[in-house]
């Protein structure tokens, strides 16, 4: 049986449990509201497409693709890295999508396509951040390019920033993952199907 005091804490506990969910929904809320609503202006609606459009899965997979074949052993290495990390943070991602199951701002969609956490900022962030590190040189526009298909994200009624904020930490967390295990990563070879 519990005690008086036991269920007491308890309460307090969930309700400020509670009161923190509901300000931090409503600080989501707000922040989607102005990025959404009130950055609206005809002149941004073309380059915030373009943004999201470069965030596709198949554009990551295609630019890694360039990098790999056209590029010295580094840019393969790089390929392999960023390919790694963008597959296993999608993997993460699909996952959290089909637990959560959160409705995207314009309404509910299939599990696979809920809204938390944002597949484009996931992917966004870990080929940023493979990049950013094998060529530091390029930190600052890998970010930015990052960042600016997140707010996409939201810009478009997609996704809420919270959505976003969390793809970008999959991805980010993923591809740091991916590069503490670069060794192994780099000397893994699939083997060849023959018949």
Known sequence: MLKKSAILRLFLFLLISLSTSLRAESLDQRLFDQIHTRWDRDWLDGPMQFCTDVGEAEVGIAICAGVGLFGGEKARQSAKLALTADGVSAIITYGMKNIVNRDR???PTERSNSSFPSGHATGA?????????????IAVPCYLGATCIGLSRIYLGRHYPSDVLAGAVVGFATAKAVIYFQEKILKFKLPLISD
Request: avoid cysteine; glycine fraction near 6%.
């Open 105 to 107: 701002p314009e309404g």
């Open 125 to 137: 962030f870990a080929l940023a951040t493979v990049f950013a590190h094998q060529y530091p040189k």
